[in-house]
């Protein structure tokens, strides 16, 4: 795992506060109920630990370190904690940020809350089915929705579209 300046200067004020890195960065989230759980030591074995910061610590993976990024076949974005769809290939685009951006995601599979950590107010994207923390979303996209939901690239698997199509017809 990389950690810069930032995340350093961060993780120290945690622990001057008394706080793990965590609830720093969950902010004033509460915690909500999800379709998928596992315990923290289940989703360590299942996830690399780049992953696990991500997704399950509401960590940040470096700009412009995701070969997601410059991925711009057909095919699905999926959680990488869960598996389930969220973003098409067809709502991508270059946002010039260094993480992948979608200007929607797919009905009803990510969520969003309030993220009030690092003294700033943003508004978080966690997967509707885990809860795993993908990123955020910002108010400065391309039409037609104006939004940009900016996610780390560890937080998600690509399947193109023809491995999803073989997947569809063989019925799993």
């Known amino acids: 795992m990389n950690i810069d300046r930032r995340t ?14 965590a609830e720093l960065s969950a902010g004033e989230n509460k915690p909500m109920d999800f379709e ?3 315990t923290e030591e289940e989703w360590r074995e299942l996830l690399t630990p780049e992953q696990f910061y991500v997704l399950r610590q509401h960590g940040t993976e470096r700009a412009r370190t995701s070969p997601l990024d410059k991925i711009y076949d057909p095919g699905v974005y999926k959680c990488a904690g869960c598996g389930q769809e969220l973003f098409t290939s067809q709502t991508k685009f270059d946002s010039r940020t260094g993480w992948p951006s979608f200007y929607a995601p797919i009905d009803g599979k990510v969520g969003t809350s309030s993220d009030r950590s690092f003294f700033m107010v943003r508004t978080e994207v966690h997967c509707s089915r885990c809860g795993g923390h993908l990123g955020h979303v910002f108010n400065d996209g391309p039409k037609p929705t104006g939004l940009r ?8 698997n690509f399947e193109p579209a023809q ?10």
């Open 36 to 38: 998928v759980t596992k």
């Open 149 to 156: 939901y900016c996610i780390n690239g560890l937080a998600m």
């Open 163 to 172: 491995a999803a199509a073989a997947s569809e017809k063989s019925g799993s």
């Open 8 to 21: 350093f200067g961060f993780g120290t004020l945690a622990v001057s506060l008394g706080l793990t890195a």
